[in-house]
T-cell receptor, first 112, second 114 residues
C-alpha cells in the first residue's frame, strides 16, 4: 500500500538557519505530493503541493521538488523564522483514491 | 470566505457513550473527508463523502460512521466509545472533482473519552 516516511523530529534551529525536512514515499503509479503545516491548537494548512514528477511546489519561502527517481519530496527553506515553528506533515494522494496518506510529522522549533 | 467549521471544539465523553461531530464545509465544496489524529497512530483517514454518498472508507471499525446532508454539511458518529477513541478529529472539504486536491482542513474537534 501507500506510505510516507518523514525524518524524525524534533528539529531545533536558530533563526535564519537553513531547513531541510526529508520525506520519501512508497506508492504505485504517480501520486500527488503535499506538505501540510499544523500550528498549535489548529488544523492542517496546505503549505505546497506537486502533482507530477519534477514539479516544484513553493509557498512562503518553502520549496519541495517531486523526485520520482528517488521517491522523495524534501521540504526546504533558506532562512527560517520563529513564526515557522510548527509541525510539518508530508502526504500523498494517489489517483482516484481520494484520501491523503500522511507521514508521522516533524516538529520544528525555531529559536530567536 | 468562511473556512471549514467544526463543532464542537472540545468534547468529554464517558466510555460506552456515543458522540456526534459536525463539519460545515466551505461554500461550494461538495466533498468532506474525516481524519483521526492521535499521538500514537498519527493522521488516519476515516471516510469521504461526496454528494451525500460515501465514496471512500478507511480501515476503522463499524462503530465509526458518517453521513452528509444535501447542503454538504457532514456529521460523523462514534458509538460505544472506547478510551482509544480519544483524538483530534479533523474534517477537510474540497470541490471533489477527479483531479481536485485542494483540501481545506477545519480546526478539529478534540474528543476525550474518560
Amino acid at each position: 500500500g501507500n506510505s510516507v516516511t518523514q525524518m524524525e523530529g524534533p528539529v531545533t534551529l536558530s533563526e535564519e538557519a537553513f531547513l531541510t525536512i526529508n520525506c520519501t514515499y512508497t506508492a504505485t503509479g504517480y501520486p500527488s505530493l503535499f506538505w501540510y503545516v499544523q500550528y498549535p491548537g489548529e488544523g492542517l494548512q496546505l503549505l505546497l503541493k506537486a502533482t507530477k514528477a519534477d514539479d516544484k511546489g513553493s509557498n512562503k519561502g518553502f520549496e519541495a521538488t517531486y523526485r520520482k527517481e528517488t521517491t522523495s519530496f524534501h521540504l526546504e527553506k533558506g532562512s527560517v523564522q520563529v513564526s515557522d515553528s510548527a509541525v510539518y506533515f508530508c502526504a500523498l494522494s494517489r489517483g482516484s483514491a481520494r484520501q491523503l496518506t500522511f507521514g508521522s510529522g516533524t516538529q520544528l522549533t525555531v529559536l530567536p | 470566505k468562511a473556512g471549514v467549521t467544526q463543532t464542537p471544539r472540545y468534547l468529554i465523553k464517558t466510555r460506552g457513550q456515543q458522540v456526534t461531530l459536525s463539519c460545515s464545509p466551505i461554500s461550494g465544496h461538495r466533498s468532506v473527508s474525516w481524519y483521526q489524529q492521535t499521538p500514537g497512530q498519527g493522521l488516519q483517514f476515516l471516510f469521504e463523502y461526496f454528494s451525500e454518498t460515501q465514496r471512500n472508507k478507511g480501515n476503522f471499525p463499524g462503530r465509526f460512521s458518517g453521513r452528509q446532508f444535501s447542503n454538504s454539511r457532514s456529521e460523523m458518529n462514534v458509538s460505544t466509545l472506547e478510551l482509544g477513541d480519544s483524538a483530534l478529529y479533523l474534517c477537510a472539504s474540497s470541490l471533489g472533482g477527479e483531479r481536485d486536491y485542494g483540501y481545506t482542513f477545519g480546526s478539529g474537534t478534540r474528543l476525550t473519552v474518560v
